[in-house]
């Protein structure tokens, strides 16, 4: 997949999730394409392992999506994205490079399938949603806006021409957001979003 990509570099390989730590602390990769289903320790457990390190890898989920109920674990984790497993390898190649970019992959239309995904779970709907709306609380209303289109999986451009900012304003906008409710990237705040305003989202 990768062989036509001289920009990417794949430095280590893992067969299951107990050994991406060392691997990761050996090769200091910039992103780790973690599948979900591996033996002893899944990639779920991986990710939020690599996340609590003090300068941890992005981390991009592969899912089969129909079957892995538990990507919203790895999201909320901190993964800086996910793609499904029969995404064509040009499009996952260049997902890996907009996470080495500093830019989630954050799809319109997959969040659009995982929210309705999660809404129809139904865990702990209420509970969730009003913590939610709490956090969002302590934005300021173009912030608070901003955060909205990110929930709505809007880029920075979209959001800049929508709201009339420039490119800037809203990188300024969205940082400050992750600062104020302690978040790791846009995904994050995306669910946080549809938390506070689905109600039924899990």
Do not use: C, W
Request: proline share 5%; no cysteine.
């Amino acid at each position: 997949m990768f062989g036509g990509a001289p920009d990417l570099e794949v430095v280590a390989e893992a067969a299951d999730g107990a050994e991406v730590r060392d691997l990761v602390a050996r090769h200091s990769p910039q992103v780790v394409l973690m599948d979900i289903r591996m033996p002893r320790v899944d990639g779920l457990a991986a990710t939020e392992e690599l996340r609590g390190l003090p300068r941890p890898p992005e981390v991009i989920v592969l899912t089969t999506f129909d079957t892995d109920r538990n990507v919203l674990r790895a999201l909320r984790a901190g993964a800086a994205g996910f793609v499904l497993k029969d995404t064509p390898p040009q499009q996952i190649v260049e997902a890996i490079r907009r996470v080495a970019a500093g830019d989630p992959v954050l799809s319109p239309a997959v969040t659009r399938r995982l929210m309705a995904r999660v809404a129809a779970d139904g865990e702990a709907q209420g509970s969730r949603a009003a913590r939610a709306r709490e956090r969002l609380a302590l934005l300021g209303e173009r912030e608070l806006e901003v955060a909205r289109a990110v929930g709505q999986g809007r880029t920075n451009a979209e959001i800049a021409a929508e709201r009339y900012m420039s490119v800037p304003t809203v990188k300024a906008h969205v940082s400050r957001i992750l600062t104020k409710l302690d978040l790791n990237n846009r995904v994050q705040i995306a669910l946080l979003v549809h938390d506070a305003e689905g109600g039924g989202y899990a």
